[in-house]
């Protein structure tokens, strides 16, 4: 099974703290992305990265940034963190070098920056 | 750009029921996907399609591809309470991208 985690739950920041949020997938999938969902606005892409320091932006990449140093962590960083960016954050997964396009979602975090 | 139009937003059935649910958009989709979000939880894959007229079932859970590849479909059969959740349809544009383009998702409550 594929597992991706990510590595906390629940996570309260003050505003301009510097967070660091972290996935890992063990399948050894190429492409790994992050997303943030807000009621009434679904899913959006923040970032997203094909390949070991590679990355493209998603539709929202205001106020983000991210580093994947190693396959199997992608990390996504919020480097003045605001309240506009309280949020659930979801890391996924996928491997379409083997043309499997479908992702694999994390179990989220929740952030609240007050 | 692309979007994905779900519908309906939210379904108030009771158990036992059938349930069924779509997306469709005016661009064509390589692949199709359904999610299902439990709350406080990351979307977990229910189904994958990936070629027009396709036709999977997961249990209780069946979706289409539907043939002109500008919509699908996910219906579940005798509905219980755990199918309660937030059920989110996702599509690959035809076209080249990695990325997908997720619909709002259909809120389902099951009445025991």
């Known amino acids: 099974d594929v597992k991706v985690t990510q590595s906390s739950r629940y996570l309260v920041k003050r505003t301009g703290e510097k967070v660091f949020l972290e996935c890992v997938q063990d399948?050894?999938?190429?492409?790994m992305f992050w997303y943030r969902q807000d009621p009434g606005l679904g899913l959006r892409l923040i970032y997203f990265?094909?390949?070991?320091?590679?990355?493209e932006k998603g539709d929202i990449p205001e106020g983000y940034s991210v580093s994947r140093e190693k396959k199997e962590r992608f990390s996504l960083i919020l480097e003045s963190a605001s309240t506009n960016q309280t949020s659930m954050y979801l890391c996924?997964?996928?491997?379409?070098?083997?043309?499997?396009?479908?992702?694999?979602f994390g179990p989220g975090t929740r952030l609240t920056v007050t | 750009g692309q979007q994905l139009n779900q519908s309906p937003q939210s379904m108030f059935i009771q158990e036992g029921e059938d349930v069924s649910m779509n997306c469709t958009s005016s661009?064509?989709?390589?692949?199709w996907l359904w999610y299902k979000q439990d709350p406080g939880e990351g979307p977990v894959l229910l189904i994958a399609?990936?070629?027009?007229?396709e036709l999977t079932s997961n249990g209780r859970l069946t979706a289409q591809f539907g043939i002109t590849r500008k919509d699908s479909f996910l219906n579940i059969s005798a509905s219980i309470p755990s199918d309660v959740g937030i059920y989110f349809c996702a599509g690959l544009p035809q076209g080249g991208s990695e990325k997908l383009v997720f619909g709002k998702g259909t809120k389902l409550t099951v009445n025991p």
């Open positions: 996924a997964s996928s491997a379409p070098r083997v043309g499997a396009y479908e992702q694999y």
């Open positions: 399948m050894d999938h190429e492409n």
């Open positions: 990265s094909y390949d070991v320091k590679m990355k």
């Open positions: 399609l990936y070629k027009a007229g």
């Open positions: 661009s064509i989709f390589n692949t």
